[in-house]
């Protein structure tokens, strides 16, 4: 196991390419994404190490370019705000990114684990901390720390029944969602909409507005209009057309878009869906199926 990947991303943060394909999908069992930015540069590149894609709060190498710092951090979403997240001593002993650097562009809510200066000498990256070089050894080792403590938060969040966590339903729910972002390409949405990114990170997922999180808001590729899409989660089929419909409207008003298009992702679609259908045009339902089975493992 070595940090290779941490190498190729300092190295890359200097050439101005967006492409992260060749960057691994997981690493200590946790997802790993890597970001540049999506169409333009990003202010701050970042690794993170997350669960879920909404996890909320995980470890995350945030990389600010303009002051050559890389800081592995206790991440906090500034998106999917957690119900949860790194533990009262962490929030109450940890150093904020916004107390470490002076007006940091980005993320200064996160905290302060480790901090690195970045140096390529002869086509090799070096980090250093204080004027003395960190080894391959020790990045590593403060990598799995962070990440172990990390795996702890999760089960002490598993454990606790109200949770939401902890509902199976919920994690189905949530599962689909990411499903959904991150294979957005190959599934019928991504052939007529895009997604919405700032500043090189995305924002359709969990879109805040000030009548609650609208669970995605794409555009569509033709005109431009928003979309926003609804998981049918625990409510009723009355609950979630309510809902969207007041996303919709929100939608209209604060971004005046009158041709806002809604869509209701629902594990099946029942009368009540149909009739309210027939009066809400815009409104398109869409099912999902969730396939399950176990195969005899033959050697």
């Known amino acids: 196991m070595d940090l290779d990947f941490l190498k190729k991303f300092i190295k890359q943060t200097n050439t101005g390419s967006l492409k992260t394909k060749e960057y691994p999908n997981e690493f200590l069992d946790l997802r790993m994404r890597v970001s540049f930015g999506e169409g333009t540069l990003a202010k701050i590149p970042w690794i993170s190490f997350r669960k879920t894609v909404s996890d909320g709060y995980n470890p995350v190498y945030l990389f600010y370019k303009e002051q050559n710092i890389l800081i592995l951090a206790y991440g906090i979403s500034e998106t999917h705000i957690p119900e949860t997240s790194w533990t009262r001593e962490i929030h109450d002993s940890k150093t904020k990114i916004s107390n470490f650097i002076e007006n940091p562009f980005r993320y200064g809510d996160s905290f302060v684990y480790k901090h690195y200066e970045p140096e390529i000498k002869n086509g090799d990256v070096i980090f250093c901390r204080d004027g ?3 080894s391959d050894e020790e990045l590593l080792q403060e990598l799995k720390e962070i990440v172990n403590f990390f795996k702890e938060c999760l089960n002490i969040e598993l454990k606790d029944e109200k949770s939401s966590m902890s509902s199976g339903l919920f994690y189905m729910e949530q599962q689909l969602e990411d499903f959904i972002i991150e294979n957005w390409n190959e599934t019928e949405f991504g052939k007529k909409y895009d997604l919405i990114y700032e500043e090189g990170d995305l924002k359709s997922q969990q879109y805040m507005t000030d009548i609650g999180r609208i669970d995605i808001l794409a555009k569509d590729k033709k005109d431009g209009h928003h979309v926003v ?13 309510g809902q969207i419909l007041r996303y919709m409207g929100w939608i209209e008003e604060k971004k005046q878009d009158e041709n806002v298009k809604g869509i209701i992702v629902a594990g099946k679609f029942d009368e009540k869906l149909y009739y309210a259908q027939k009066r809400a045009k815009d409104v ?8 399950f089975s176990l195969n005899e493992y033959k050697r």
Do not use: A, G, M
């Open 132 to 134: 003395k070089e960190i």
């Open 229 to 241: 899409i609804e998981l049918k989660r625990n409510q009723t089929s009355d609950d979630t057309v």
């Open 284 to 291: 398109e339902i869409f099912t999902y199926e969730v396939n």
